[in-house]
């Protein structure tokens, strides 16, 4: 069965720095790999998705994540933080073969920016 | 599109009474997910449905949680009788299982407070 481990439920980062948010994941078959983000009070957005395309993904506000087979990680940067980053982040993968539909996430990391 | 809308957006009520929720998903969406999100035990799917048909229930706490689809534009989610421990914010998300895509949209979520 899939899943996915997101490690740190809680990261700070100083304005203008590197962001880094881990996760691995564990499947049986060639995952399909999202990262959403929550801000306040709102719904989950998604920033970018693997899909066995190419292993660099690029998202939304500056985001991307590598897919690492040999690590089992899909790791998310970006290169300078902004206040306006400052969200919950979730990893997730898609469950079975990919024609369910159904997303596993992962526990979720909030991202504290400083100032 | 409007996107993905969920009414109400805030629901307070008394234990023992009935609350329903309700969705309409994006238009050519061919699944929705109802989700379930507390500090305590983060996000939870609940039940999801394909062309209308719910596929997996095993989210649902018990039996006081009933979902229902009974068109592509339309669902309700009904906690009958209500309990404080079911005070969440409830998000209904939608997407369509076409070939690599999956990428599932969330409303803004319906918060509920049971007293």
């Known amino acids: 069965a899939q899943s996915v481990t997101q490690l740190g439920s809680h990261v700070s980062v100083s304005e203008g720095a590197l962001v880094l948010l881990r996760c691995n994941y564990s499947?049986?078959?060639?995952?399909?790999l999202f990262w959403y983000v929550q801000y306040p009070n709102q719904g989950l957005q998604l920033l970018l998705k693997?899909?066995?395309?190419?292993?660099l993904v690029k998202g939304i506000n500056g985001f991307e994540a590598e897919f690492k087979k040999s690590e089992t990680s899909f790791h998310l940067t970006k290169p300078s933080a902004h206040m306006s980053d400052a969200a919950e982040y979730f990893c997730?993968?898609?469950?079975?073969?990919?024609?369910?539909?159904?997303?596993?996430f992962g526990q979720g990391t909030t991202l504290q920016v400083k100032p | 599109d409007a996107g993905v809308i969920q009414s109400p957006r805030h629901e307070v009520t008394e234990m023992g009474q009935e609350v329903t929720l309700r969705c309409k998903p994006i238009?050519?969406?061919?699944?929705l997910f109802w989700y379930r999100q507390t500090m305590m035990r983060g996000l939870e799917l609940l039940i999801y449905?394909?062309?209308?048909?719910?596929?997996?229930d095993s989210g649902m706490p018990e039996d006081r949680f009933s979902a229902k689809m009974p068109n592509a534009s339309f669902s309700t989610l009904k906690i009958q009788p209500s309990e404080p421990r079911d005070s969440a914010v409830y998000f209904c998300a939608s997407s369509f299982g076409g070939v690599h895509s999956y990428e599932q949209y969330f409303g803004p979520g319906t918060r509920l407070t049971v007293t």
């Open positions: 693997y899909t066995s395309a190419a292993t």
């Open positions: 238009s050519g969406h061919d699944y």
């Open positions: 449905f394909n062309n209308n048909v719910p596929i997996d």
């Open positions: 499947s049986s078959v060639p995952p399909y």
């Open positions: 997730a993968v898609i469950h079975g073969s990919g024609n369910t539909g159904k997303l596993i």
